[in-house]
């Protein structure tokens, strides 16, 4: 099994849309994640829990659990760019949507 690479910086200090793109990824690559890893994500990404509080929770060190949360990104991440679902997601998403803007125009008289 080939080593994932570990990013230095916390995954969650960008800004609110890699939040989204990290909470999409966990929907879509979740159930691959252990259990362990699985929740410390969702309650960092959906319920906005600090490090203190996830390593509290868990039993671990403040930088145990930092390192737990970034070693599922990355996890994540490299699912994503080896499977690309969540990018066909985000297609998809984007096709209906102008499908829905057409069709409501359409609808409204004008096309």
Same mark, same amino acid.
């Given at each position: 099994?080939?080593?994932? @690479?570990?990013? @230095?910086?916390?995954?969650?200090?960008?800004?609110?849309?890699?939040?989204?793109?990290?909470?999409?990824?966990?929907?879509?690559?979740?159930?691959?994640?252990?259990?362990?890893? !699985?929740? #410390?994500?969702? %309650?960092?990404?959906?319920?906005?829990?600090?490090?203190?509080?996830? #390593?509290?929770?868990?039993?671990?060190?403040?930088?145990?659990?930092?390192?737990?949360?970034? +070693?599922?990104?990355?996890?994540?991440?490299?699912?994503?760019? +080896? %499977?690309?679902? #969540? #990018?066909?997601?985000? !297609?998809?998403?984007?096709?209906?949507?102008? %499908? +829905?803007?057409?069709?409501? !125009?359409?609808?409204?008289? !004008?096309?």
């Amino acid at each position: 099994m080939q080593a994932l @690479p570990l990013t @230095p910086l916390d995954p969650l200090a960008a800004v609110a849309p890699e939040v989204g793109h990290l909470q999409r990824l966990l929907d879509v690559y979740g159930p691959l994640l252990t259990d362990h890893q !699985r929740e #410390a994500c969702r %309650l960092r990404l959906d319920e906005d829990w600090s490090y203190t509080e996830l #390593a509290e929770t868990f039993g671990c060190t403040r930088s145990g659990a930092y390192d737990l949360i970034r +070693r599922a990104f990355t996890q994540l991440e490299h699912y994503e760019q +080896r %499977l690309g679902h #969540a #990018a066909e997601l985000a !297609r998809r998403d984007a096709v209906e949507a102008g %499908l +829905r803007g057409r069709l409501s !125009r359409l609808s409204a008289g !004008r096309v």
